[in-house]
Every structure is written in structure tokens, then in C-alpha cells.
């Protein structure tokens, strides 16, 4: 078996059984990013020295007998994360030459647990994008291709697209992700691996470059659902250098995954069932909720009234937000500065943020502008804000009598790096089943669960209650189980 | 009294209110752990928060809102238990995370009350409309380098209170007096230094006039005014700059101002149009700010002595109003008085501290906590009066000695031999020294002319370097001049 084939608990395993070193298996990724990477790009930055040192020190604190939940597991990082003494690039020519001094909380959290990074991830610029074909650093292509059209590169969806590709490719066992509006969820769809974002306030944002702080949420990617239940326990945690942070203990998750889903009732939302969903998800969908009803779970029939209002709402908040975030990239203090001999500063403001920021960054930072603004703000954004509150009561209505909701994953699969780019709003429904879970600050998982008729992976969506990712988990692991994937990737390393 | 400026088509009223920052006196800054100590060297007291870099996150200062909340209750106003930080939004060099963190829709406290007492010892209520937590910017110098401008970042997220006021007062006076009695309830309370000469307070005067029994009018904003005199000249100047558009058939438009304290004019800053947007929208970044209302019951019985009340104690002591309003202006002065009147005569304290001390510390130009004198040596001072060691005369050539040396009185007096004569012998030879080289005023007194007592009182005090007992003095020349 080829190092990179481990999964991230199997490869905990090995390295405690002294069957593979920390090193050996960091320099199998190595080697294989190497390999990959130039096609994939999923990797912005490979930090291969600083790895191996890590892997080195790693093994060294085993035979000390230290071994952390994470002790010499390899990992991409996604390059929103600052990470201390490694560029942090945002994918965005702004920050093309930002090496922050600082380490985010959630990438800490995973160092002390004994985690190697091997590098940063690609993404869409600044978290924006379904497609990760935004990022300054190039887009990065799905190790997956249809079958009866192999040289058609695909999208391995966005923004955490470089995490899932890298972790589908075997690049890495697991990767750091972050979720606005289905980051996390529909790359995984799209690469046939497993990722949670978690409820909002589980991970600290500090350190996460913000795209929209009230939706942003950090999870993991991974290939098995057990694996992401392993990252996210150490990537989770109260912070109080995040003000939205959690103050709640963090559970075993992975020992949730093993729980099953007998007696639970599941929530299958009729507003979901939207128009122009390719039988083949609607068939995946029943094929899940038979799965689960095979073992024990009761199906119910609920409403969110108000999905159909999920997207517009979702592209006004994430955006005004944004607008805000991202004022703070103006060329003064750090990352990029265009100015002309003579120019002054809104000249300097201009320059910068014209070309420091590409088409779609500078797309959403207009449209949050615009919703903000004096006259439009009761129009757009406050009614946003109470679209939203409503959309939560939907929620909390179902979980009354749900304890869990499975839908989709994505309405389509992975699509052509040339489709849907030139119009935004065809792009911006790729989001269509994920971000009301943001919206709502639930929890959120994709798991892959088959396959479409091009041999794409498809994944399905389970939504749980707030800080109830337990049950999500559980329920993840029934659907993995049952669905049994193990189709793989064409371009993947050992292959 | 009403205030007016005569223009020429009639009298007209002036109606201001003003908008005060004031820096909430804290270790901290409002969302980092940066400190704010005024004069260290520039960017030496900047977090990465405050510095806007990605990634970083505000964490509200629980003292800064402590603060908030002390003040909130000195100005007798409503504290409110749920509040929320917002955004406003606007791009300047100094300002690093693009917006500023400020409670726009929803403050932490609202309205209260202000008393404030004019130059004709007359009271009048000031009504405060709220006062809101938000961070201060940065400070850009254009000075510094012919093509550049530097940024400094040290005052960048300090904590402020901006603590806005009715439009209820009506001349520059009033205008002064509120912020006097503001800064002093201020520091009374230990929520702002109030130093203004060090940005620890700066106001926004907003002017506007009308003829008598109007309505109000347009109003300016005169922006930042850096001390109560400016304040009191900027009124002034700007009424009248707006009295004379009204009179010259003009209105008066609505736009932010600056005073030009050179020229004693106002001058236009921007107008109404070219006001930004600020896209005001509550902060994600924060939750809201939800206080205990045992939490504020407890910071409100921790409150310290406020200077109205205490100005009605020192009444009660006996004091005149006069002397209560001036002894409780600073705090220090307050303390140093107390100090002194612990087990003395509250009143005669009073008459000292406001008059030979007050007198002594304004020609050295030192402030009360500086002063080279303590409360205890003047108090020894007051008991060697108290007990006829010295008399009041006396007294205040050895508080003059003390001003210069640094001795105790005791020493003093001592040293010097100033010890009053209450020997009546002592007494008498003297008296009879000046009756007998004052012979024809003896006569003229005795015939009639009452007034020369006085004379012979100050002449037996020279004779006796001014170390007789004036009352045995007194008692013993009438029985000789009889």
C-alpha cells in the first residue's frame, strides 16, 4: 500500500504502531505534491523543509514517548489561515507578498496536537467562489474527469478547492477549510471526499482572513467522515481572541461516528426539491434516506419555508460584509501598494485595490457597497437580516421534531473549468442547498454517496442542530457506510 | 439673563450643543490589550487588532465598558443593558481597518443630566441625549517630510466616549460652564483625565441662531475644538458668521466646520453633499453588549462622591455656596481641603484654602497636588492660630515662609520668634510708647474723632512687630484710650 493511500485514522494508527515514520509518510506527500502539484495547483506554497523538520521533530517526540492526537499526520492547510512565517496569500495579488507574524487559532491548535503542515492551499480569491477559478495564483483542476470525456478539466469547486483537490489527489490525508456559503461543502461534493463546517462559533476565526465574518466558519476536509470527526475535535475550541467563539466543551466526535441512526427521525425538507435538479442527485437523495431508513431511522417530511430566500439573502449579508473586511486591504500598512510619483492617497487606494483585488472580489465588494449604502440599507440589508432571522426559525422549527436533515450536497457535479464563468448568478446557485446552514450558523457535512453517470462523485448534505455535530456525524458515517464508496480519482498520487 | 447678539434687524439667541470625546481612562485599548499611555514614541503601543492586520478580531474591554458605565451613572442617565457596536465605514490612512468600531444605533447609555452653575451663581439643566462607546483613529502627520505623510497608530483603538448633549445651552458661557462641569464630573469619577491640551477630550460644537420664540434653525458643526476658551470663542464666531448670512437675506447651509483659532473664525470643512455614507451596519465581529444589571447596581455603589453632592456637604458644613463650588472644581482641591478640615473648623478652612493658600498657589503656578505646602502643615498652621500661638496676621507671613521653604509653621515660628504677646504688661508698655509719641491724636481721639482707633490698634501692632494679640490689643487700648 502506498503511504499516501492511508487514511488520516489509519495513518494515526500506522505511526503509533511504528509501522511508518512521520517522516516517511511526510516525504510520500512530498513526493507526491511534487509530482501532482504542477497540474493540480492546489497547492499555493509547499513548505517541504519546514514539513520534513516538523515530521523530525515529530518522530523524536514519539520516541519521547509525546504523541498528540495528531502526532506526524500530514496536512494542507488552506492559505486563509495565517500561519507564522509562511506567505499567506488569500489568494490575492493584495496579499501576494504577506508573510504574517502570527499563527490562527485553528492552525495552532492542530501544531500543538503534532500535526506536519505540508503547505497552503488554494482557494478563490478571498473565499470567493464556487469553482476556485478566482485565485491569483491560477485555478486548480479536479483530480476527477468524466469518463467519456477525460480531457475536459473540471473544477474541483470553491473556495476551498485546492484542500479538497489536494486530499482527493492523496496530496494530503486532510486539509484546514473554510465555509461562508458552502466552501467546505460543495468542493468536497465535487472530489468525492468527505467536510464539515462545523456550527458557527465552534472554530475561532482568529486568524482566518475574513470574507464574511457572521457566515465564516473553519472545518475540515477529509476522506472519510470519521477522519474529519479526528481534525475537527483539535481544530475546535473556546478562543477568546474571537469574540463569536464558543464557550462549550468539545465532544469525541469520532466516537460519535459509530452511533448509528436507529431511532433517529430524519428531516427531508420539501422545499429542496427544486426544479432543474438532475434526476440522478434526486435519485441519490432517495437512494440516502433508504439507506438510512434500512438502518432504523424514521423519514419525515418537513418545510423550510423560507429556502427560496436563501441565496439573494445570503449574496446581500456575505457581501456588505465583505465590503467592510476587505476595506483594510488599501496598500498603507501591508501586502500590495500601486501608486504613481505625485499621487496621493486616494490615488494609492484606487491603484492598489484596482489591481490588487481580481473581477469577482471586486464584484461582491461593489454589490455590499451598494446594499449598504444610505437608501438602500432597509431595502437590502436589514431585510436581509430579517429573511435570515426567519430562515433560522425555520430551522428551529424543524429540529423540533427532526434530529437531523439530508439533502443534497450540490445540484450539479463538478462542472468544466470554462462553464458558468460568465455568468455570476448561474455560478452563485452552486451554493443553492449550503448556504442556508450558514445563514442559520448550523453545522453542515457533505459526504460523498455515489456516483453520477459521467462517473463524477455526488455528495449528500446532513444539517444538524446547533453544537449537535455528534448527530451529524453519526448520521454521515451511516451514509458512508452504506454508500461505500470507493470509486477513485484518475489523478491521484501512487496512481 | 438672556444671552442675545444684537444684529441688525434684532436681537438673536444662539443654541448649541455640543459633542464631547472623551478618552475613557483605561490600561487597555477598547478591543486590544495595547496600551495607551499619552507621549510614548509613535507606533510604540499598536497590537496587530489595532493595526488592522487580516485575521485579527476585536475582544471588548471589560473596563472600558465599566468606565462607560460609571460615567453613564454620574450623568445620572439610563444605562442600557443591551447595546451593540457598529460599523461606520470610511477609507483614511490613519483609520486601518477601513471603519471604525462605534455604537451607532444602539449606545450603552442614554439620556441624563448635566447642572451646571453660571457666573451669577444661577443653575441650569443640560440635558444629555446619550453617550456611546467607539475607537479612536490614528494620527496622520503632514508635517514630517516634504512628500510623505506618517502615520502614527499609538491613539488607533483607544477607547472613547463620545457623550452628546441637547441643544440646550444658549451662550458661550453656558456652552464653557457645561464643559467644565462635564471634565469635572469626569474626573471626579476617574473615567477621563480630561486633559484636553492632550486630546483626552476634544468637542464637537454644533451652533446654530434664531430670533427669540422661533423655532430652531440650521445648524454647523464646528469639529474638534481642542479647549473651553475655543469652545467659548468658536460660539461665538460661528453665531455670529451665521447671523450675518441670515442678514444678508442668505440661509445658513448644513456642513461641518473647523475653528481657526489663529483668526478667531470658522472656516467650511465639507458640506452636507460631500458628507461620506458611512454604511453603518452592526459589527459581526462582536455579539452585542449585554450587562448584568447587578453588575451595574454594583459599579453605582462603588461610585465615588460626585461633585454636586459633595458641594451640598460642604453647604451643610457650613460653607457658603461660593466657597463649596470652588473647593469641590478638582478633585484634588476637594481632597486637600478635607485633609485640612479633619477636626477643624470646617469654615475657616475654607476662608484659608480660598484665600492665602489659593492666593500662594496661583503666584508659584502650581497645581493643589503640587503644592510645596500639605494639607497637614497648613492645618499645624491653622491649630497655632486656633490655640493663640500666632495670630491670623502673623499667620500668613509664616504660610508665605512655608510656600518658600518647605518648613512646618511650629519651626517656623519658633525659628523667628513670632510667638504672639498675650503678656498684658507687654501690652501696656507698648501702648503706652505710642500714646506718648501720638499725643495729639490721644487728644483728638478723646475729643470725639472714634476713627482713630484703628490707628492706635495698627500702631501698637508695628510697635510690637505685629505679635500682639489683637483682641487683648483691642480690650486694653480702649481701656487706656478711655
Known amino acids: ?495 | 439673563m438672556t444671552y442675545v447678539i444684537e444684529g441688525r434687524t434684532g436681537p438673536w439667541e444662539v443654541v448649541i450643543g455640543l459633542e464631547v470625546h472623551a478618552q475613557v481612562t483605561s490600561q487597555a485599548k477598547l478591543f486590544s490589550g495595547a496600551a495607551t499611555e499619552f507621549g510614548a514614541a509613535p507606533n510604540s503601543q499598536v497590537s496587530f487588532v489595532d493595526a488592522g492586520f487580516p485575521g485579527m478580531l476585536p475582544v471588548i474591554n471589560q473596563e472600558c465598558v465599566a468606565q462607560a458605565v460609571r460615567t453613564g451613572l454620574g450623568l445620572k442617565a439610563e444605562i442600557h443593558l443591551w447595546s451593540r457596536f457598529d460599523r461606520k465605514n470610511y477609507f483614511y490612512a490613519d483609520l486601518p481597518q477601513g471603519y471604525q468600531i462605534s455604537q451607532f444605533a444602539h449606545p450603552i447609555v442614554g439620556t441624563g443630566t448635566v447642572e451646571i452653575t453660571l457666573a451669577d451663581g444661577s443653575t441650569k439643566q443640560i440635558d444629555i441625549t446619550r453617550l456611546h462607546l467607539e475607537q479612536d483613529a490614528g494620527k496622520s502627520l503632514h508635517d514630517q517630510h516634504p512628500s510623505k505623510s506618517f502615520i502614527d497608530l499609538n491613539r488607533s483603538g483607544v477607547a472613547l466616549m463620545e457623550i452628546v448633549s441637547e441643544p440646550d445651552m444658549r451662550s458661550p458661557e453656558e456652552a464653557g460652564a457645561y464643559l467644565t462641569k462635564l471634565r469635572q464630573i469626569l474626573r471626579y469619577l476617574g473615567t477621563c483625565d480630561g486633559n484636553m491640551d492632550e486630546g483626552s477630550m476634544r468637542a464637537d460644537v454644533n451652533v446654530s441662531v434664531r430670533k427669540p420664540g422661533e423655532g430652531f434653525r440650521t445648524r454647523c458643526e464646528v469639529k474638534n475644538v481642542n479647549s473651553i476658551r475655543f469652545v467659548m470663542q468658536a460660539v461665538e464666531a460661528e453665531a455670529r458668521r451665521q447671523i450675518e448670512v441670515w442678514e444678508e437675506g442668505g440661509a445658513v447651509e448644513q456642513e461641518t466646520r473647523l475653528f481657526d483659532t489663529g483668526r478667531g473664525v470658522t472656516r467650511s470643512m465639507r458640506s452636507k453633499e460631500d458628507a461620506h455614507d458611512y454604511r453603518y451596519f452592526p459589527d459581526p465581529d462582536l455579539p452585542p453588549l449585554v450587562l448584568e444589571a447587578d453588575w451595574v447596581e454594583s459599579l453605582k455603589a462603588s461610585l465615588p462622591e460626585l461633585p454636586d453632592e459633595r458641594r451640598a456637604r460642604y453647604v451643610a458644613m457650613g460653607l457658603s455656596p461660593y466657597d463649596a463650588h470652588v473647593l469641590t472644581l478638582e478633585r484634588e482641591t476637594a481632597a486637600f481641603f478635607e485633609a485640612v478640615a479633619k477636626g477643624r473648623d470646617a469654615k475657616t478652612v475654607a476662608n484659608w484654602v480660598t484665600g492665602d493658600f489659593f492666593a500662594a498657589l496661583n503666584r508659584t503656578g502650581l497645581g493643589v497636588e503640587e503644592s510645596p505646602v500639605s494639607a497637614a502643615a497648613l492645618g499645624e498652621l491653622l491649630d497655632l492660630i486656633a490655640d493663640k500661638t500666632i495670630n491670623g496676621k502673623i499667620a500668613k507671613d509664616v504660610l508665605a515662609i512655608m510656600f518658600e521653604t518647605g518648613e512646618r509653621p511650629g519651626a517656623i515660628v519658633d525659628a523667628r520668634g513670632l510667638r504672639q504677646v498675650v503678656d498684658t504688661g507687654a501690652i501696656e508698655a507698648a501702648i503706652a510708647r505710642v500714646m506718648e509719641a501720638n499725643a495729639d491724636k490721644v487728644a483728638e481721639y478723646r475729643s470725639g474723632k472714634d476713627k482713630l482707633f484703628g490707628f492706635f490698634v495698627g500702631q501698637v501692632m508695628k510697635a510690637m512687630q505685629g505679635k500682639g494679640n489683637p483682641a487683648l490689643v483691642n480690650e486694653v487700648l480702649k481701656q487706656k484710650l478711655a
Open chain 1, 1 to 495: 500500500m502506498h503511504p499516501t493511500d492511508f487514511t488520516l485514522r489509519g495513518a494515526i494508527d500506522a505511526l503509533n504502531e511504528g509501522v511508518i515514520s512521520s517522516v516517511e509518510l511526510t516525504t510520500a506527500h512530498l513526493d507526491a505534491i511534487a509530482a501532482l502539484n504542477p497540474r493540480l495547483n492546489a497547492y499555493i506554497t509547499v513548505t517541504g523543509e519546514q514539513a520534513l523538520e516538523q515530521a523530525r521533530a515529530s518522530d523524536a517526540r514519539r520516541k519521547e514517548g509525546v504523541t498528540g492526537p495528531l502526532e506526524g499526520v500530514p496536512l494542507a492547510i488552506k492559505d486563509l489561515f495565517c500561519t507564522a512565517g509562511t506567505l499567506t496569500t488569500a489568494g490575492s495579488r493584495i496579499l501576494g507578498n504577506f508573510t504574517p507574524p502570527y499563527e490562527s487559532t485553528v492552525s495552532g491548535n492542530l501544531l500543538r496536537d503534532g500535526a506536519v503542515f505540508l503547505g497552503k492551499a488554494n482557494l478563490d480569491e478571498f473565499a470567493m467562489g464556487s469553482s476556485n477559478t478566482t485565485s491569483a495564483s491560477g485555478p486548480v483542476e479536479n483530480p476527477w474527469s468524466r469518463a467519456n470525456d477525460p480531457d475536459t478539466r473540471l473544477v474541483p469547486g470553491g473556495s476551498s478547492g485546492g484542500s479538497a483537490a489536494a486530499v482527493a489527489a492523496r496530496l494530503a490525508l486532510g486539509a484546514t477549510a473554510t465555509d461562508t456559503g458552502g466552501s467546505i461543502r460543495q468542493p468536497a461534493a465535487f472530489c468525492g471526499i468527505a467536510g464539515i463546517k462545523p456550527t458557527y462559533g465552534r472554530c475561532s476565526r482568529f486568524g482566518i482572513v475574513a470574507f464574511a465574518s457572521s457566515l465564516d466558519q473553519a472545518g475540515p476536509v477529509a476522506r472519510t467522515v470519521e477522519d474529519c470527526a479526528i481534525l475537527l475535535k483539535s481544530m475546535a475550541g473556546f478562543d477568546p481572541k474571537d469574540s463569536t467563539s464558543a464557550d462549550m466543551p468539545v465532544p469525541d466526535f469520532a466516537a460519535a461516528c459509530a452511533r448509528g441512526v436507529k431511532g433517529l427521525r430524519i428531516g427531508v425538507p420539501k422545499e429542496y426539491r427544486l426544479e432543474g435538479t438532475p434526476p440522478e442527485i434526486e435519485a441519490l437523495w432517495e437512494q440516502g434516506l433508504a439507506w438510512l431508513r434500512a438502518q432504523g431511522a424514521e423519514m419525515v417530511e418537513i418545510s423550510l419555508p423560507h429556502t427560496q430566500y436563501a441565496l439573494p439573502t445570503y449574496y446581500i449579508v456575505a457581501p456588505a460584509e465583505a465590503s467592510s473586511n476587505l476595506a483594510r486591504y488599501d496598500g498603507v500598512r501591508f501586502g500590495l501598494r500601486v501608486t504613481e510619483p505625485g499621487s496621493d492617497l486616494r490615488d494609492l487606494y484606487e491603484r492598489t485595490r484596482a489591481q490588487g483585488f481580481g473581477a469577482e472580489v471586486r464584484r461582491r465588494i461593489l454589490i455590499g457597497t451598494y446594499v449598504l449604502s444610505a437608501g438602500y440599507y432597509d431595502a437590502y440589508y436589514l431585510k436581509a437580516q430579517k429573511i435570515r432571522a426567519l430562515i433560522k426559525r425555520d430551522f428551529d422549527e424543524a429540529f423540533a421534531k427532526v434530529d437531523a436533515i439530508v439533502t443534497p450536497a450540490t445540484p450539479s457535479a463538478a462542472f468544466g473549468m470554462d462553464e458558468k464563468q460568465d455568468d455570476p448568478v448561474k455560478m452563485y446557485l452552486n451554493d443553492v442547498f449550503t448556504v442556508t446552514a450558514n445563514l442559520a450558523g448550523l453545522p453542515g457535512l457533505a459526504v460523498p454517496a455515489g456516483l453520477d453517470a459521467q462517473g463524477l462523485p455526488l455528495g449528500l448534505q446532513v444539517i444538524g442542530k446547533a453544537f449537535d455535530e455528534e448527530t451529524v456525524f453519526a448520521v454521515g458515517t451511516a451514509i458512508e457506510q452504506a454508500a461505500n464508496f470507493t470509486a477513485l480519482p484518475r489523478l491521484r498520487a501512487g496512481a
